[in-house]
Structures are given as structure tokens and as C-alpha cells.
């Protein structure tokens, strides 16, 4: 099961800067640095799906609230893009002394800029995706543009971001000013994947255009139609995750360990995948699985535990029994929704218990909703269907485990 921290390093500005590192179930097969949006911060909705997406590929995220923005110390008054890529360069920092430093940089609209401005001076990196990245980092400044009068002339000002209030000096400007990426995309040296919707009402389709010609092959375009700036769709944020997962696969990504191949005979194959104590590879003819055990008792969660596997198939199989039988009787069962869980318990007055046998036995609890206009008479009758599918009756009856050698290995 994936893991979140939350984790504290030195900014740009000597300030005490927030982070929540998201780790993959097992080994990190690669590792990356998220950088948020103008004004935003790490826990927004697109960052946090985001890391969280990419830990399902095996990548560790970090993502961090930059100088004077979200649980980070010090004053957003004090910080220019500058200090963003200073931010990210100790970020990076902190991943390389404490976990690995990073293969991947994903950067989010000015965040999308300052990565591709900071990939210079990190030459861990491997490759680089933006989503809704500008190609001037002078492009915030039409956030807040009927105040640039007033902060030339008076050297500061407060203006309403997203609804709230921040100060910015002129010394912001004059940093942005004129500072265009497309020179850094071209001197990039290294895959680069910009992801942009066409409806971006904050930063036009046209940024992407010039970033995509400025830079140099290998380089990407994906369209994120219909998105808007910030991701708000959960369906956009995971698409734009699973894109950039896919992509760095073939620049950042460790090989993941291969499964076995598929028993001629059709018998299911589990193999330790040499991760961790317990993580194994389950094979069933061409259906490739993980089982492993909780973190609790040493595993990575990588995959259900044994005995959630076997309660699966419980589960699946009194699922699709009542299903054949309400098909073939012409019942109104519209879904079936089986939850069981395993426990030992003592067996209480157990008559069937053998002379000299434990008489703590296996509890599976298996709760049964069923959704249709069934009268009682055909909910008690597919209860009592459910007692007569073949796994549950497997675990009733006396079962015969043969093991032998396998010769080769």
C-alpha cells in the first residue's frame, strides 16, 4: 500500500520548507519532484492525485509548498521565480541526502516553467513533463495586471489570488521580466512532455506551441481536452498522471522484476519476486497479480495477502452463482455486492470438531447485498444459492494438498 510523509528541508531563503513525500508500495522504481502552481501549494487537488497516481507506477513523489505558501515558512513578499528554481534545486537536495535524487521533474503551470528552468542544474534528472506551463514566466503577471501600476510606482502592492490576499513587490517583476523558457526547452537535454489543454482559459494553448518548438527531440505533446487550468476534474488530474507515468517508463523507470511465465497446463504460478520478504508474482494463464503481506508484519501491502485471496474468491464465486441462478430463473437481481472478511475464532460446541483437533477454526464472514425488486421468498432462495457455490463448498470438504519437488531449480 502506498505511504505518505510528511517531511520538513531548508528552502532558497534559509526558511523551514513543507513537503509530504508519497512512496509506492514495495522499492521506488524511480523517484520525482512536483512542483505546484503560482500561488497554490502541495495539497492542491491536482498535485496531491497526481503523486499519488504516479506511486501506483512505482515512482516516489515529492511535493513541497514553496516559500511562503501553504504549511512553508516565510514571506511570499520575499520570493520571485528566482527563488522558486532555488527551492527546487534544494528540494532535490534533500531527496539525493535522505532517498534518491530525482529522475523525474513534473512542474504545473509556473511550477511547469520553473522545472524546466531548474533541470540544468540537476543532472539527476532524466527526463521532464509539464502540465499547463507558460512560455514566459512573465505570463503571472495578467493575474494581477490592473495592479502593476501601483506596484511600479509604490514598489509593492496586495492583490487577490484565487480569493486571497498576497503582497508583491516589485522585485518580482523586474526577476520575471523578459524571462522567456523557450531557451532553456531548447538547451533541455532531455525528454521533454508538455501536457496542455486547448481550453486553458489562464495560460493559452499558444505557450505550449512555442515551448514544444523551442525544444529539442525527444519531445512530447499530449492534449488535455476540455481541462481546465487547475486540473479541477479528478478524471483530468489522474489522465494527466497515468500519461506521465507511461511516458517516463522508458527514461526513469527500473525495470520492474519479471513475472513468470504462464504454466502450459494452466495451473496458477507464484513466484517471489525478489522484493521484499513477501511480495509474490500470482500467474494465472495470461492475468499477472500481486500478493504480499501488510507492512505490519514486514511486507510492502504490494498486493491482497493470502487469505485475501482466498476470501476474494469466495466473494467471486457466490457473486457469480447467484448470477447463474437468477439468470436461469428469470429473477429481477440487478447487481450483486459480496464483502467477506477471514478471522480465527474458537469453536464453540463444535460437534463436528474431530477427537484431538484444534478447536479454533477459520471464519469467513460474507455479507450479501442484493439490489432488484426481489420479493422475500426469492431473497431467501438466493441465500440459500449462495451456500452452494463451489468455493464455499471447497472449503467445507475435505481438501487434499499433494507436494512434490519440481525438478530445475
Known amino acids: 500500500m502506498a505511504r505518505s510523509e510528511r517531511v520538513e528541508f531548508d528552502g532558497a531563503l534559509g526558511e523551514t520548507l513543507a513537503a509530504r513525500l508519497e512512496l509506492p508500495a514495495g522499492p521506488p522504481r524511480a523517484h ?3 512542483a505546484h502552481c503560482f500561488s497554490c501549494s502541495k495539497d492542491i487537488l491536482a498535485a496531491s492525485r497526481i503523486a499519488r497516481r504516479l506511486t501506483r507506477a512505482g515512482i516516489a ?5 514553496f516559500t511562503g505558501l501553504g504549511q512553508s515558512d516565510g514571506d511570499f513578499a520575499n520570493t520571485n521565480f528566482s527563488s522558486n528554481i532555488e527551492d527546487l534545486i534544494a528540494a532535490a537536495r534533500y531527496m539525493a541526502d535522505h532517498h534518491a535524487a530525482p529522475d523525474l521533474l513534473v512542474g504545473h503551470s509556473l511550477g511547469g516553467a520553473a522545472v524546466i528552468a531548474a533541470a540544468a542544474q540537476l543532472p539527476s534528472v532524466k527526463a521532464v513533463a509539464t502540465i499547463g506551463a507558460p512560455a514566459d ?10 495592479s502593476l501600476d501601483a506596484i511600479a510606482r509604490d514598489g509593492t502592492a496586495e492583490v487577490s489570488l484565487s480569493g486571497r490576499p498576497f503582497t508583491i513587490k516589485k522585485q518580482f517583476l523586474d526577476d520575471i521580466a523578459g524571462r522567456t523558457l523557450e531557451d532553456a526547452a531548447a538547451g533541455l ?4 512532455l508538455i501536457l496542455h489543454s486547448p481550453t486553458d482559459a489562464i495560460v493559452g494553448i499558444d505557450n505550449a506551441s512555442r515551448l514544444f518548438l523551442a525544444a529539442k527531440h525527444p519531445k512530447s505533446f499530449v492534449s488535455l481536452d476540455d481541462a481546465d487550468h487547475l486540473l479541477r476534474g479528478e478524471r483530468d488530474a489522474l489522465y494527466a498522471a497515468d500519461v506521465i507515468a507511461s511516458w517516463a517508463a522508458r527514461y526513469v523507470l527500473a525495470p520492474a522484476p519479471a513475472a ?7 495451473a496458477v504460478v507464484v513466484r517471489e519476486t525478489g522484493r521484499g520478504k513477501f511480495e509474490n508474482h500470482v500467474v494465472d494463464g495470461d492475468h499477472v497479480l500481486l500478493a504480499d503481506e501488510p507492512v505490519s508484519v514486514g511486507g510492502f501491502d504490494a498486493g491482497p495477502s493470502p487469505y485475501g485471496f482466498l476470501s476474494a474468491a469466495l466473494g467471486a464465486c457466490t457473486s457469480m452463482t447467484l448470477r447463474m441462478y437468477a439468470d436461469r430463473k428469470d429473477l429481477p437481481l440487478d447487481r450483486v455486492t459480496v464483502t467477506t472478511s477471514h ?31 426481489l420479493d422475500a ?33
Open 61 to 65: 513523489v515529492l511535493r513541497f509548498d
Open 343 to 373: 478471522t480465527k475464532g474458537h469453536a464453540e460446541d463444535c460437534e463436528a470438531c474431530l477427537e484431538g483437533q484444534e478447536r479454533n477454526v477459520d471464519i469467513f464472514e460474507r455479507e450479501i447485498l442484493l439490489e432488484g425488486a
Open 260 to 266: 513468470p511465465r504462464p504454466d502450459p497446463s494452466g
Open 377 to 409: 421468498a426469492q431473497t431467501a432462495r438466493l441465500l440459500e444459492i449462495a451456500d452452494k457455490c463451489p468455493v464455499h463448498r471447497t472449503l467445507h470438504n475435505p481438501v487434499v494438498v499433494r507436494t512434490r519437488l519440481k525438478d530445475g531449480g
Open 32 to 34: 520525482a519532484l512536483f
Open 137 to 146: 514566466a512573465d505570463h503571472v503577471t495578467q493575474q494581477f495586471a490592473a
Open 189 to 192: 537535454r532531455r525528454p521533454l
